[in-house]
C-alpha cells in the first residue's frame, strides 16, 4: 500500500512529538519534510531521533506534488495564513490548536479549505487519551443518562518563562487561548452534542504577581453553560507542585464517569505512616504521547478513505469562540454569550 507523504511546518516541541511519532510508529505514513525558520536546534535532535533534517523554507513542502498532507506545528498566529496555503497548493492539513488568534482569519481559513476541498483536522488529542475517549464513549452511549454536570481540572507543572507573558496579546494568546483550549474542547467532546451559550470566567496572577494588569493571569475559573442547560466547570493553573494534574467527572441523571490521573504504577504504600502513591505523570509528553500517535492515525484514515476528519473545523472555531468569550468575561466582569461571540 502506498504511504501517505506528510510534511511538518514548524520544528518546536509538538513539531518533534509529531515527527518523532511518524517515523517510529505510523507506519502509513511517510514524513519526507520538516520546515524551520531556525533550524539548528531541531537538527540537532533529530539526529539523535531517526527524522529528516529541517529545510528552512515551508514551500519547499507546498511545491512537491508527492506531499499528500502538512501538519501545521508553527506558531498560532500564523495558522490561519498556512492553511490558506495549503490549502491553495492542494494539501489536507493537520492544525495544532488553536487554528488561530484572529476570528476573521480562522473564517477564511475556513473558506478556503471548503473551496479546496482538503480536509482540515484540528490537534486536539486529549479527544484521543485512552481514558477520555472511554469516559466519552460512555456518556454517549446514555450510561450516566443526562449531562448535568461536566467538571475539568488541568494545571501544569511549571509555568511558561517570563517573556511568555510579556508576549500576551501578540505572538501569545494567554492561558484561555493556549491551555484552556483543550479544555474548552473536552467540555464540549463530553458534552456529546450539546453546544456552549454563556461563558463566564475569572482569574488571577499568582504566581506572576506583577503580570496582571497585562492580562497574563495564570490561575483561573470558568463556568460554561450548555444549550441543553448542563454546566462545565473548569479550573486551570500554570503550576501544580505534584506534577501534571488532569482530572474530569461528568455527572448524570442516572451516575457519573471519572477519569483520574495517570500514574506511573498504582501501588499505594499503607503502614503506619499513612498511604503513600505515585504523583501523576509529569506533563503532556508523558501523559498524553499515545494520543498524539492515535490522531494521526486517525487523519491519514480520513484521508486515504475520504471520510471527515475525527475533530473538524466547527471544533477550532467554537473552542476558540469559547476562550475569546473567557477573555472579555475576565475583563467585563460579566457573563458572555456565545451569541454574541458568533455575531462578531
Keep these: 500500500m502506498k504511504k501517505t507523504v506528510l510534511g511538518i511546518i514548524g520544528g518546536g516541541n509538538v513539531g518533534r512529538i509529531h515527527a518523532k511519532d511518524i517515523v517510529t510508529s505510523v507506519t502509513e505514513a511517510e514524513l ?45 498566529a500564523l495558522h490561519g495564513q498556512l492553511i490558506e496555503e495549503c490549502a491553495r497548493a492542494g494539501k489536507h492539513v493537520f492544525c495544532e490548536k488553536p487554528i488561530d488568534y484572529s476570528i476573521e482569519a480562522i ?8 473551496e479546496c476541498r482538503i480536509k482540515l483536522q484540528l490537534g486536539y488529542n486529549r479527544r484521543f487519551d ?21 467538571k475539568i481540572t488541568s494545571r501544569d507543572p511549571l509555568p511558561p518563562p517570563p517573556e511568555y507573558f510579556a508576549a500576551v496579546g501578540g505572538s501569545a494568546g494567554g492561558m484561555f487561548l493556549d491551555t484552556s483550549i483543550h479544555d474548552f474542547d473536552m467540555a464540549r467532546f463530553m458534552a456529546c452534542g450539546a453546544e456552549v451559550t454563556e461563558v463566564y470566567a475569572t482569574g488571577s ?33 500554570w ?69 471527515p476528519v475525527p475533530v473538524n473545523a466547527k471544533d477550532g472555531y467554537y473552542s476558540v469562540l469559547i476562550a475569546k468569550a473567557c477573555d472579555i468575561s475576565l475583563q467585563e466582569k460579566r457573563v458572555v454569550t456565545m451569541s454574541e461571540m458568533l455575531a462578531l
Design 32 to 76: 519526507r519534510y520538516v520546515a524551520d525558520a531556525y533550524p539548528d536546534a531541531y537538527n540537532e535532535w533529530a539526529k539523535t531521533n531517526g527524522c529528516p533534517e529541517a529545510v528552512t523554507d515551508y514551500k519547499t513542502i507546498l511545491n512537491d506534488p508527492e506531499v499528500d498532507a502538512v501538519l501545521i506545528c508553527a506558531p498560532a
Design 107 to 114: 473564517k477564511e481559513a475556513i473558506r478556503i479549505s471548503e
Design 130 to 150: 485512552h481514558n477520555h475517549a472511554t469516559a466519552h464513549r460512555m456518556v454517549a452511549e446514555g450510561k450516566i443518562g443526562e449531562v448535568r454536570q461536566i
Design 205 to 237: 496572577a499568582m504566581i506572576n504577581k506583577d503580570q496582571e494588569t497585562t492580562g497574563g493571569v495564570d490561575t483561573t475559573s470558568v463556568i460554561l453553560k450548555f444549550d441543553s442547560g448542563a454546566m462545565a466547570i473548569i479550573d486551570n493553573c
Design 239 to 307: 503550576q501544580c507542585a505534584y506534577g501534571y494534574d488532569q482530572r474530569i467527572e461528568v455527572f448524570g441523571s442516572k451516575g457519573a464517569v471519572n477519569v483520574a490521573n495517570d500514574t506511573a504504577s498504582t501501588v499505594v504504600l499503607a503502614n503506619e505512616e499513612g498511604q503513600t502513591a505515585e504523583k501523576p505523570l509529569f506533563f503532556y509528553v508523558n501523559r498524553y504521547i499515545a494520543s498524539y500517535t492515535d490522531e494521526i492515525h486517525e487523519f491519514i484514515d480520513a484521508i486515504v478513505n475520504d471520510r
